[in-house]
């Protein structure tokens, strides 16, 4: 698929999660690609930064994703195969919640893994504490157990990912921010702020720049949201080891009374936390990075107190990354409506990173008339314009 005058066979704006996957399989196919990110990835100024990302085929989040999660959770493995570093940890996930919320996320956890025959175990909260003892305040709970799951390490993916396609001839322009995009007849320009390029098609993978640069039509269906991460240290006797499995759990019928974590890194006796707010937007160019003492305060006062054991109230670290969501807080894989060479994906945030590799063979298969074994029909902007 080699051009020989200058142009590119695909464009891929934003070298992030999406991007680099997207980036990766297209090269991997002979594609002539080019990729563009206004910073150097990875990076932490984005969504896909933070040392780990819970990963796990039993997404409660819907019956669609399952493919794509488990396409990636392939791909990963033959990417440590290939390059040797470690990506995935198989550590297990825990969802938990009150038993008593009949169509609670634990529940569409439960059913989707019963219809996938994913391997898991239901478990009560008696079987939690027995099971999970630095789970606490377990009464009438309800959990669904992933041992297939666990987390990966989004640097060291977008890192690997992006080696390979350089490997595979991809050209990679980092530290330059795309303005704007315009298609012709035979193809699209992409104008960043140091030059134009020229494409047949275009990729946008840009999360929370992505609205920016698309234009007023995107701008009611992506929105920025800043959140902020957290470590905590460990009290010497916390009964929390590295295969402790990465969690989620559900305290409350509202969707801010969740958090979710991770078991301490090989080495360390720190642990990441988080929760999560959809009611405030921000300006990714404007995002406060500094982090409030009083916001890991609130997050062990009003989370983990009580249901976390051996966690120190203090955090010893903190970090902000961005979520990019649609109304409906589902994915966006489509071409754009007023330009037909433009593929955009995006608002992948909060539990995107899990099907970054696999959505970014599914649409290389797509743009290189492979066949498709993925239906990405579900995230097609259509169900807006309904």
């Not at 996930?93 to 956890?109: D, H, N, Y």
């Not at 916001?295 to 009580?306: I, N, P, V, Y």
């Not at 489509?334 to 994906?345: F, G, L």
Request: hydrophobic share 40%.
């Amino acid at each position: 698929m080699e051009r020989m005058d200058g142009t590119f066979d695909v464009a891929v704006v934003g070298l992030g999660a999406m991007g680099s996957a997207v980036a990766d399989q297209l090269a991997r196919r002979g594609c002539k690609v080019l990729g563009l990110d206004r910073f150097v990835p990875p990076h932490s100024l984005g969504s896909s930064h933070g040392e780990t990302r819970i990963t796990r085929r039993a997404v409660g989040e819907g019956e669609a994703y399952v493919p794509l999660v488990t396409a990636s959770h392939r791909i990963w493995r033959e990417i440590e195969a290939e390059t040797g570093r470690p990506l995935f940890t198989e550590c297990g996930t825990l969802v938990v919640g009150p038993a008593s919320i009949e169509s609670g996320f634990v529940q569409r956890t439960l059913a989707v893994a019963e219809q996938f025959g994913i391997p898991h175990e239901r478990l009560d909260g008696a079987g939690i504490a027995s099971r999970f003892p630095f789970m606490t305040g377990l009464d009438g709970a309800l959990a669904c157990f992933e041992p297939g799951g666990g987390y990966v390490r989004p640097e060291h993916c977008i890192d690997a990912q992006l080696t390979r396609a350089r490997a595979s001839g991809a050209t990679l322009c980092t530290g330059e921010a795309v303005v704007g995009i315009r298609q012709e007849a035979a193809g699209v320009l992409v104008e960043t702020d140091k030059q134009t390029w020229r494409a047949d098609r275009i990729v946008m993978t840009a999360g929370a720049w992505n609205a920016r640069i698309l234009g007023a039509s995107f701008d009611r269906l992506l929105m920025v949201d800043r959140q902020v991460l957290h470590w905590f240290a460990l009290e010497e006797r916390a009964p929390f080891t590295e295969a402790s499995p990465v969690y989620i759990r559900m305290h409350g019928p509202e969707a801010i009374q969740h958090f979710y974590g991770f078991p301490p890194l090989p080495g360390e006796r720190r642990v990441k936390v988080a929760t999560e707010q959809f009611a405030t937007s921000t300006d990714p160019d404007a995002v406060r990075r500094d982090v409030d003492p009083a916001e890991s305060d609130a997050l062990f006062k009003d989370h983990l107190r009580g249901r976390l054991a051996g966690v120190r109230k203090d955090a010893v670290e903190t970090a902000v990354c961005l979520y990019t969501v649609t109304p409906d807080g589902g994915f966006i894989v489509d071409r754009q409506p007023d330009m037909d060479r433009v593929t955009v994906v995006s608002a992948c945030s909060g539990h995107g990173f899990k099907h970054s590799a696999g959505l970014g063979e599914a649409l290389a298969r797509r743009l290189c008339g492979e066949t498709q074994d993925i239906d990405l029909t579900p995230f097609a902007l259509a169900r807006f314009r309904a």
